[in-house]
């Protein structure tokens, strides 16, 4: 199993520009996460998707847009980056509720200039 | 709402000495906790959960927390550091929903050998 794997690893923008992280777990959860990762500030819910079909924004979701694609895939777009959005992207996925534990994949670290 | 507070920033700590890493949270509900924990340049894992029963709680690598309602603390312990704990630690309760988790800011943990 490779768990949950996010592309790209990095990647630079420009103030505007738009990009989308992709996200995939092969553990068949249900639900699943994006934070983002910021010093001094812990990890904070960008938006989550609790089952296929369903998304909900969570503590910081201005500026992000997110898919739910399938049960594995589960998107994260940024329609006109800002230089605020540097950050690194974490996605996360569980069986169920966030009771269950989450897994987390290895991160996007994203720099907007 | 729910929330989660860590006070020690950054510890700093010299192999063999016994760590303590502050977790203090307010929750509404049935209280469920987590330790997360991030290696250098790895992605977060779970290191122990608190749901119900024995509030002493033991984790992976010699870790354990301990639950004490009366004072809204979940505190993360081990007697004896090694290098290799070096790491950021996340603290962790769900949000009102139940649908994703709240992370407090982190603690640095740096072990000098």
């Known amino acids: 199993n490779a768990g949950v794997t996010q592309t790209p690893k990095f990647q630079v923008l420009k103030t505007g520009q738009s990009m989308t992280l992709q996200c995939a777990q092969d553990?068949?959860?249900?639900?699943m996460y994006w934070y983002r990762q910021d010093p001094g500030m812990g990890l904070r819910l960008i938006y989550y998707?609790?089952?296929?079909?369903?998304?909900d924004k969570g503590e910081v979701p201005n500026g992000y847009n997110v898919s739910r694609l399938n049960k594995r895939e589960f998107s994260l777009r940024l329609e006109s980056a800002a230089p605020s959005q540097t950050s690194v992207y974490f996605c996360?996925?569980?069986?169920?509720?966030?009771?269950?534990?989450?897994?987390f994949g290895p991160g996007t670290r994203l720099t907007v200039l | 709402a729910q929330s989660v507070s860590q006070h020690n920033h950054h510890v700093i700590l010299s192999e063999a000495a016994s760590l303590e890493l502050g977790c203090n949270y307010s929750?509404?509900?049935?209280?469920?906790l987590f330790w997360y924990v991030q290696y250098p340049g790895q992605h977060l894992q779970l290191l122990l959960k608190?749901?119900?029963?024995?509030?002493l709680v033991k984790g992976i690598k010699g870790f354990e927390a301990e639950f004490i309602k009366s004072k809204f603390s979940f505190n993360l312990r081990k007697p004896s550091v090694q290098w290799s704990d070096t790491a950021e630690y996340f603290c962790a309760v769900p949000n009102q929903a139940g649908t994703a988790l709240i992370f407090g800011k982190g603690t640095t943990l740096s072990v000098s050998s």
């Open positions: 929750y509404g509900g049935t209280v469920n």
């Open positions: 998707s609790a089952s296929e079909g369903t998304t």
């Open positions: 608190y749901f119900s029963g024995d509030p």
């Open positions: 553990m068949n959860h249900n639900s």
């Open positions: 996360a996925s569980s069986t169920g509720t966030p009771l269950h534990e989450q897994f």
